[in-house]
Structure formats: C-alpha cells, structure tokens
C-alpha cells in the first residue's frame, strides 16, 4: 500500500512565523500535491511538483511555496503565517500515469495564532 | 474556471440506496473521480469514470454523462460505516495531474 505520511497532526505557530509542512511518500510516484481543506470549501489545491525541483501553482498559492528536493519529500512553506492560514493541510501523491489515483496523507492541523 | 455542485448534506438508512450527484463546469474536461472521507481521515480513492456510463465497484457505482456534465456516485445496502463525507472531483484540461474537488456531501446513515 502507498503510504504519504505527513510529519506533524497538529501545529500550532503564532503569526509571522515561518511553518514547514513536510510530507513523504513510499511508492516512487513523480506528482506530489498540497490541498488546504476547510469547512464548506472542500479541498483547494495549493501547488503541486510533478518531478523533482519543478512544481506549479494551484489555485490559491498565495502566502505559500514549496520545495521538493527528492522524489519522496514535498515541503509546504508558510513564510509569514497568518490567521486565515489557520487550516487542515492535506498531502498527497500519484503516479505519473494518466488518471492514476491521489493517495492522502492524514493531515496536518495547523492553528496560527 | 471550474466549479462543481453537489449536495451538502444526505441522510439516508441502513440497507438502503443513497445517490449523490455531482455537476461540472470546467474546461477540457478529462475525468470524474469520487473520494470518500471519513471523520478525522484522509480522503481515499473511490471511482473512476473517464468515459460515459457505468462502472461498478462491488456496492458503489459511479455514472457518468459527458454530453450533461453530470455524475453520480450510488450506494447500495448503505452500511453505518458508510457514513463520511464524498468529494466529486475533476481532472482539468491540459493537466493530467490537477484535480478540481467538489465541496463534499455529508453522508449519515441511521440505523
């Protein structure tokens, strides 16, 4: 079975800190992605990396970046966090091929104070 | 841009049949996957549907209409650990990798 695991449950930073979101995956697979879920909102997918050091925007990657220097390890950077940032960030993995299946981490809570 | 609708909420009973449908709107559309998440959980992978019709995975089926832009995910013999939220989403043109979710639809089943 895949297995994403991501390194924290819960987080809790104060505003303007710098946050790492880490995230790893066992099973080889080139996509990596970061949704942020929230009440009401559903998933938004914040960026993705589809090879290593490449990655791209999602639909709401402001106040976010991102690193992925190895295959198996995506990062979600928080520069300045802020109080709306406050939410369940979920990671997630795929395989290269065409319409393969996103595999979710558990998630991370994470409350800016 | 794309959007998709779906209900918020279903209650349904143990044994019984639930459907929950699911409308796009979303430019070069490439595919309709369903994701099921429970309480506390990570959202796991359901179904499929690239083309239209049918596909049926044991007491889940998942519909496909392209010409409607229309889906839906059916539940048969709905069981109590059936109750969890489930996510439409959609494959967008040009990508093969980004994924659109729909809001979710809250599935409780009573006894």
């Known amino acids: 079975d895949v297995k994403v695991t991501q390194s924290s449950r819960y987080l809790v930073k104060r505003t303007g800190e710098k946050v790492f979101l880490e995230c790893v995956q066992d099973?080889?697979?080139?996509?990596m992605f970061w949704y942020r879920q929230d009440p009401g909102l559903g998933l938004r997918l914040i960026y993705f990396?589809?090879?290593?050091?490449?990655?791209e925007k999602g639909d709401i990657p402001e106040g976010y970046s991102v690193s992925r220097e190895k295959k198996e390890r995506f990062s979600l950077i928080l520069e300045s966090a802020s109080t709306n940032q406050t939410s369940m960030y979920l990671c997630?993995?795929?395989?290269?091929?065409?319409?393969?299946?996103?595999?979710f981490g558990n998630g991370t809570r994470l409350t800016v104070t | 841009g794309q959007s998709l609708e779906q209900p918020s909420e279903v209650t349904a009973v143990e044994g019984a049949i639930v459907q929950i449908n699911c409308t796009y709107q979303?430019?070069?559309?490439?595919?309709l996957s369903w994701y099921q998440q429970h309480d506390g959980g990570a959202p796991t992978f359901l179904s499929y549907?690239?083309?239209?019709g049918l596909e049926e995975t044991g007491r889940f089926s998942s519909f496909l209409s392209r010409s409607d832009s229309y889906g839906y995910l059916l539940l048969q013999e709905l069981q109590m650990k059936d109750s969890a939220s489930y996510f439409c989403?959609?494959?967008?043109?040009?990508?093969?990798?980004?994924?659109?979710f729909g809001k979710g639809t809250l599935l409780t089943v009573n006894p």
């Open positions: 099973m080889d697979h080139e996509n």
């Open positions: 549907n690239g083309l239209d």
């Open positions: 989403a959609v494959r967008r043109g040009g990508s093969n990798y980004k994924l659109t």
């Open positions: 979303t430019s070069g559309f490439y595919g």
């Open positions: 990396s589809y090879d290593v050091k490449m990655k």
């Open positions: 997630a993995s795929s395989s290269g091929q065409s319409n393969s299946p996103l595999h």
